[in-house]
């Protein structure tokens, strides 16, 4: 293959041992330490926690003993991700991988990607799931409860998930593919499911059961409507976990209004009970406010608009 310039070149190497997922990325580019020196500011964006010794950054994500390093030397970018579950790799790896890509755009890398998963024709991190219930948890918010295999990488990991709503008309929905720059490759016009972006409410593993809170006001969208109208037994798709984790503190302040109650919900059920936290969360009216479950050192603060302009 060409070396360098405009036909630069990037190819990603890939192995699984044991229950260690471990890939890498080698490409040659007279501007390496510029990328790298890019790739760990953009780590420290996203609160990401990375050390750069103006060669190499370590990033580690915190969860599934996932970490990569980086390195600009002998005039190449060189990435290396290791991780105890595919998850974490796959997150690390799509992050690095993506942002490489934007900031090599103008040699236009090619990505190949070889290794635990090149061979899959399913996105590991994609669930085909069944409605099975839903009730209303207050008058403008509805919990729907899905039903699917294998969920405990929903579990273990990140609370953030892409909903995906297949087109009417469809003999079989069709889902993304695992694609070459190991990133997902989408149906076609017409075919293309759409997608949103959501917080885990729970996760039940041994039921196979997971439960998204939605928040339904005015004119609905694609994904509360769904939610309210879709018929019991309706398929959807879920991808992911998504997310940074948690970390455990001694004191928290959090916020937001309705659409942040799943992850204040799932914060607040995770911190140490000696751990204190003051809650704001701001709703529409008091029939909004919910039951959370906590220790005695959380105090929650429920804010009403009762009218007023969000």
Known sequence: MPRGGAAAWLRIRGKHLDTLYRTSVHHITPNARTYVTSLYERAREVELPAVYDGDDVVVDIGRD???ARLS?????????VESRTEQGATLLRSFLGHFLEKVAAPEKPELVWDGFDADLDELPGLREMTLVDRKMVTPRMVRVRLAGRDLARFASSGHIVRLLFPPSGLAAPEWPKPGKNGRPVWPEEGKRPQSRVYTIRDVDVAAGTMDIDFVVHGAHGVAARWAVD??????????????????QAEWYLLGGDETAIPAIARILAKIDPTAHATVFIEVEDAAERQALTHSDNVTVHWLERNGLPV
């Open 230 to 247: 879709a018929p019991i037994g309706d398929v959807i798709g879920v991808l992911g976990p998504t997310g940074l984790g948690f970390r």
């Open 72 to 80: 600009s030397k002998g005039g190449a970018v060189s990435i290396e």
């Open 65 to 67: 003993g996932a970490n």
